[in-house]
């Protein structure tokens, strides 16, 4: 069994990691890996989050050159077999799974991965699309229109599942 945090859409400035890190921190032990989705705005707060567990990471629509030099936009992770697609996402948030769904699938709409772990829209979302798992964990510090700051964790093993944190 694998243990990941999920974060995304963290919008971070260098004087505010210390702070991201005492908020996330009730959540960052006996991690196997922390998925970022992007939107991190700051490197500082990838490498303070390196010092807990390995960091996968994708660049976001907000992230400067200096954050997205060296990320992809989207990369596929093996976490205990399973295979997850992770990308920010883009566009409205009205069709935003389909889209992320859509980026990790064959031509003939087969899927590629087990789960599609995504941001952008801010809004927390857990559901299974054709047997694979969406998730995008919201915000942990920006709840813009969500009714909260949330983040997720993900297990995965024999099956694969993930819950979503209010904070």
């Given at each position: 069994m694998a243990r990941a945090l999920v974060v995304s859409d963290t919008h971070t400035r260098p004087a505010d990691v210390p702070q991201v890190i005492e908020r996330l921190e009730p959540y960052l032990e006996g991690l196997d890996r922390i998925l970022h989705a992007g939107d991190v705005v700051c490197r500082e707060l990838l490498e303070a989050l390196e010092h807990y567990a390995p960091v996968e990471a994708v660049a976001g629509n907000m992230d400067p050159p200096d954050?997205?030099?060296?990320?992809?936009?989207?990369?596929?992770?093996?976490?205990?077999?399973?295979?997850?697609?992770?990308?920010?996402?883009?566009?409205?948030?009205?069709?935003?799974?389909?889209?992320?769904?859509?980026?990790?699938?064959?031509?003939?709409?087969?899927?590629?991965?087990?789960?599609?772990?995504?941001?952008?829209?801010?809004?927390?979302?857990?559901?299974?699309?054709?047997?694979?798992l969406l998730l995008n964990p919201g915000s942990a510090t920006d709840r813009r229109s969500a009714p909260f700051c949330s983040l997720a964790l993900l297990e995965a093993g024999r099956h694969l599942d993930a819950q979503i944190v209010r904070l």
């Open positions: 954050v997205t030099a060296g990320l992809p936009e989207r990369r596929l992770i093996d976490l205990a077999g399973k295979r997850i697609g992770l990308t920010h996402g883009w566009g409205a948030s009205g069709d935003l799974a389909r889209k992320v769904f859509e980026r990790f699938t064959d031509k003939d709409g087969s899927p590629q991965v087990d789960a599609v772990v995504f941001g952008h829209s801010h809004q927390p979302l857990k559901e299974f699309r054709h047997g694979v």
